[in-house]
Nanobody
């Protein structure tokens, strides 16, 4: 059984930084890629960044150069460092683990996929 739990969301002014953390429990995690998605109420999900257990990463164009994803395999932790935040980064951020490459995970992940595991989300609010 894999469980996903996010933390680190909050409110910040434009230009500021936040770091999100995601902890995954369960033996399956060690072979899964993990990623971050975000969603604004009433709009579709957007893949933000993903990483595999070899440290390969991929990012959405909208966050390249501003966000950085990293992991600590020994502690089953994944981080999303978010710098130079903009008001349009405001969203609920979800952590997800899945048996795909980072690119595939970012492109196709869905809570309806029975092979993926999603957290409950953490809110990020960026004010102008």
């Amino acid at each position: 059984q894999v469980q996903i739990m996010e933390s680190g969301g909050g409110s910040v002014q434009a230009g500021g930084s936040l770091r999100l953390s995601c902890e995954a429990s369960g033996s399956k995690f060690r072979t899964y890629s993990m990623g971050w998605f975000r969603q604004v109420s009433g709009k579709g999900r957007e893949g933000v960044a993903a990483i595999d257990n070899d440290g390969k990463t991929t990012y959405a164009d909208s966050v390249k150069g501003r966000f950085s994803i990293s992991g600590e395999d020994t502690k089953n932790l994944v981080y999303l460092q978010m710098d130079s935040l903009k008001p349009e980064d405001t969203a609920m951020y979800y952590c997800v683990a899945g048996p795909y490459s980072p690119v595939t995970l970012l492109r196709r992940a869905s809570p309806d996929d029975p092979f993926e595991y999603w957290g409950q989300g953490t809110q990020v609010t960026v004010s102008s």
